[in-house]
């Protein structure tokens, strides 16, 4: 069986770079990531990235 290994990090180089794409070139002025709330992993990204949590009534969605 092979195991196919994902760099560490992929992932927020991956976010970050969506996120300046959607800024600079589409002149987005909000940025909205839902995450499963059972994954701690998954809930981490949008934290490290400088998102903050929305309001209750949002439920599991960061904003930026």
Same mark, same amino acid.
């Given at each position: 069986?092979?195991?196919r290994?994902i760099? @560490?990090?992929?992932?927020?180089? $991956? *976010?970050?770079t969506?996120i300046?794409?959607g800024f600079?070139?589409?002149?987005l002025n909000?940025?909205?990531?839902?995450?499963?709330? @059972?994954n701690?992993?998954?809930r $981490? *990204?949008?934290?490290?990235l400088?998102?903050?949590?929305?309001?209750?009534n949002?439920?599991?969605?960061f904003?930026i």
């Amino acid at each position: 069986m092979v195991r196919r290994t994902i760099p @560490e990090g992929i992932m927020i180089k $991956a *976010l970050n770079t969506l996120i300046q794409y959607g800024f600079e070139e589409l002149g987005l002025n909000r940025i909205q990531i839902k995450v499963a709330v @059972e994954n701690k992993k998954s809930r $981490a *990204l949008p934290e490290r990235l400088g998102f903050r949590k929305g309001r209750p009534n949002q439920g599991t969605a960061f904003f930026i």
